[in-house]
Structures are given as structure tokens and as C-alpha cells.
């Protein structure tokens, strides 16, 4: 049954056999120049939003850039934190500290992430148990994104840095839990060479952090060559060595030397204490749930006709992922990474409770337990202090990291274009 409706519609067509032209007839009523009207008003409200957050944004821009931009210099890019001489104080270990954390958290965030969502969108279960399952994972999944990111340094801490205490507990400049490999313990010993020139004796018991050298035992130099190492008794009445190689291979009888770790860039731990790859690790937590729903768009915005003509041609399952939903939800797969992992290299929140707020260190990590620097650490440690000059390169910092950030965006946006086109 079909109804007549009395209201005109204006479509800008003149009425069949009218007599006008097209472009000659209008229908004009108070209700199409109302919806009209409304219409203009709702797309003038949307450019003002636009443009107040466009202003915001470029205030926010022009007020850091005004205050640091005197103290972008190469010292900022290649000295570190300095206490006592701001002037020349940088930040190059916290721009190595950062990089090195979210390489950590892309490589293990990115692939846990889309796997996750492959297994939700593409492998539904049918019975109905595995399916309440599913759903229970989904809600899971969507509570987790608006959960803020303290609860997940929390969570970190007591996941990745202690562990439970289930390998023992964090000691201060103790080695600590269970050491699995890449570590060589020693004790240092003083020499007769002078100058602060040490031998290393193999440590067979941790638990003794101390020895005293009574007699010639085996010693490795800081090649790791082995060899005897001798002593010298000043009682009795033998003259000290005066060659020097030799003085670099004799200890005074009695001299004592403490324990010393000799780490190789693997060396890894158990639990992970306050290490960059704890911190790698909870700033994955942070940003999984991300990755894992903007993929799941990105796979539910592929057409069901392509899987359908993939099965069609009697591809299984896993084919029909590989070669068509991912490839086709690549681009949006990458756009979901690029936001998370802009997020992650801005988080403080996290780091803060992981690794602390110090900010005293030299040098990027040594070796995958290793302490680092962030940028936004430093940056939050430079503008909670009062001197202008730390004021001035809190503001330089944060320029810096958005540079860093702005050019990580770049090369995943050339990526994603690059998976686009092919």
C-alpha cells in the first residue's frame, strides 16, 4: 500500500509538463528553509570548533617555541642532564632511553596486538561456550582501553619488575633473582702498577662479596686472558717488583677486593627490576588494547565478498587471512599502531612508577637490564624546577619530542602508504 504525502519536494526539477525550464523552477517552503538553515549553522558550528582547536593548538605551539627555541642547540642533543651547569645540560641519553623502550614496546605490543585480533575477527567460534568465551574477551578488551595509564605502571611493577618475588626479591647494588645468562662475576683487586690499575679474580661463591690475596692463585686481565697472578710480601724483605708488566700482575700479600659484575649486552635476570624492558613491557600493557581494536575495525572494513571468493576457490582459513582480510586491512592496521605508539613514547605516568624519577645518567642502556632516561621523565623533572634556565630547556625538550615523534609518524604513514599502493 503506497501513501500520498501533500508536501512539495524541492529537487530543483520543474513539475512534468509545467512549461519550465530547468533552472527556471524552485519550490521554496518554511520547512526546507528551516532544515537549510540548520543545516548552515551546524556546518559553521563544526568549522569554529576546528578552527578553536586549530588556534589552541597553534597557541600552545608559538608559546613553547618562544620559550625554548634559544636553547635548541646541538649541546641539548648530545650532553646529558647536568645539575651543575644547566646552561650546557642535554638530553641525549633520554632521546636513546625513549627509542630503546618503544622499539621494546612496538615488537612486543604490535604482533600480540594483531594476532589478537585476527583470532576475534577472523577465527569466531561456533558453540556457544567458546562463544560466551569470546565475548567475555571482547568486553575485556573494550574496558581495558579507558583504564588510565598509572594502573598499568602498577601493574608493571609488580608484573615485570617484581614478579611476585617468585625469583627473589630487588636488592640495591646487589645482584639480584635468578641471573640466566650474559653476566661474569669477579673480584677487583688493586695492583702494584698504581694509577688505580685492578686484576679480576673469578668469583666462584656469590655469597662471598669479599676476598683477601695471601697467595698466587688464577686471575683473568680485562681481556679475559687467564693468567697466574703473584704476590708481593713487603715483610719479606724482597725487593717490589720494578717492571712495570710485572707490577700489573702482582697484588700486595693481604690486599683485599670486593665483588665486581662484568654484564654483556644480553645479560638478563629474573625478575626484571627497574630495567628499560620492564618499562618496554607495561608500556605495551598500556597500549595493547589500542592495537588490538583498531585492527578489528580495520579487519571488519574488508569486504565479506573477498573471503567469500577466497573460499570460493577453496583456500582454507588461514590462507584467506594471510592473503586477503590482512593485507586488504593492513593500511588501518597501520594508521591503529601509528596513534598507539605516539602514545607511548609521550607517557610518563607508567615510566615513572617502573623506572623512577632519576634522571642522572650518561649514557643509553648497557644491556637489556639496564636503567634508562625518558624524554618525558626529563622533561617532568626540568619543568618542576624553578630556574629559568631549566624552565627554558623543559620547553626545548618537549619541541624535541615532538620532532621525534612527528618524524616515528612519518616513517609509519610512508609505510602504510607504501602497503596501500602495493
Not at 228 to 245: F, I, M, N, R, T
Not at 258 to 280: I, Q
Not at 379 to 399: K, S
Request: aromatic share 8%.
Amino acid at each position: 500500500m503506497t501513501t500520498a504525502s501533500n508536501t512539495p519536494i524541492d529537487d530543483g526539477s520543474p513539475p512534468p509538463g509545467s512549461g519550465f525550464t530547468e533552472g527556471e523552477f524552485s519550490v521554496s517552503t518554511d520547512n526546507s528553509s528551516r532544515r537549510k538553515l540548520y543545516s548552515r549553522l551546524f556546518y559553521l558550528l563544526c568549522v569554529l570548533i576546528s578552527g578553536l582547536s586549530v588556534v589552541v593548538l597553534g597557541v600552545l605551539l608559538v608559546s613553547i617555541g618562544w620559550q625554548g627555541h634559544s636553547r635548541l642547540t646541538a649541546d641539548l642533543l648530545q650532553n646529558s642532564h647536568s645539575e651543575l651547569n644547566p646552561e650546557s645540560a642535554g638530553m641525549w641519553p633520554s632521546i636513546v632511553g625513549s627509542i630503546f623502550i618503544c622499539g621494546i614496546c612496538a615488537i612486543s605490543a604490535l604482533p600480540l596486538g594483531i594476532g589478537t585480533a585476527i583470532f576475534l575477527e577472523e577465527f569466531k567460534p561456533v558453540s556457544k561456550s567458546l562463544k560466551m568465551l569470546h565475548g567475555f574477551i571482547q568486553l575485556n578488551i573494550s574496558n581495558l582501553a579507558g583504564v588510565p595509564s598509572i594502573v598499568y605502571g602498577l601493574l608493571g611493577l609488580s608484573l615485570f619488575v617484581f614478579m611476585f618475588n617468585v625469583f627473589g626479591r630487588i636488592q640495591v647494588n646487589e645482584s639480584s633473582g635468578t641471573e640466566l645468562f650474559g653476566v661474569d662475576h669477579y673480584y677487583q683487586v688493586l695492583s702494584l702498577a698504581g694509577g688505580g690499575h685492578t686484576v679480576l679474580i673469578p668469583q666462584a661463591e656469590e655469597a662471598e662479596k669479599s676476598i683477601t690475596i695471601d697467595a698466587p692463585m688464577l686471575a683473568v686481565d680485562r681481556q679475559g686472558q687467564e693468567f697466574e697472578l703473584a704476590v708481593w710480601d713487603p715483610a719479606s724483605g724482597q725487593p717490589k717488583p720494578s717492571d712495570l708488566k710485572v707490577r700489573e700482575r702482582t697484588v700486595r700479600k693481604g690486599q683485599g677486593g670486593g665483588s665486581y659484575s662484568e654484564t654483556k649486552w644480553y645479560y638478563m635476570r629474573l625478575p626484571f627490576g627497574k630495567s628499560f624492558l620492564a618499562a618496554g613491557l607495561t608500556l605495551s600493557l598500556v597500549i595493547l588494547p589500542i592495537v588490538i581494536i583498531a585492527s578489528q575495525e580495520a579487519l571488519r572494513g574488508v569486504p565479506s565478498s573477498l573471503r567469500e571468493a577466497s573460499f570460493g576457490l577453496g583456500a582454507t582459513k588461514w590462507q584467506t587471512v594471510r592473503n586477503v582480510s590482512l593485507p586488504a586491512a593492513m593500511p588501518g592496521i597501520m594508521t591503529g599502531a601509528i596513534l598507539a605508539m605516539g602514545r607511548a613514547i609521550g607517557e610518563a605516568a607508567p615510566i615513572l612508577v617502573v623506572l623512577g624519577a632519576a634522571v642522572a645518567k650518561n649514557s643509553g642502556p648497557q644491556n637489556l637490564m639496564d636503567n634508562v632516561v625518558t624524554m618525558p621523565v626529563l622533561i617532568f623533572n626540568w619543568a618542576g624546577r624553578q630556574q629559568a634556565a631549566y624552565q627554558e630547556l623543559a620547553a626545548a625538550a618537549i619541541i624535541v619530542l615532538l620532532a621525534v615523534l612527528l618524524l616515528m609518524n612519518s616513517v609509519a604513514i610512508y609505510l602504510r602508504q607504501k602497503m596501500r599502493v602495493g
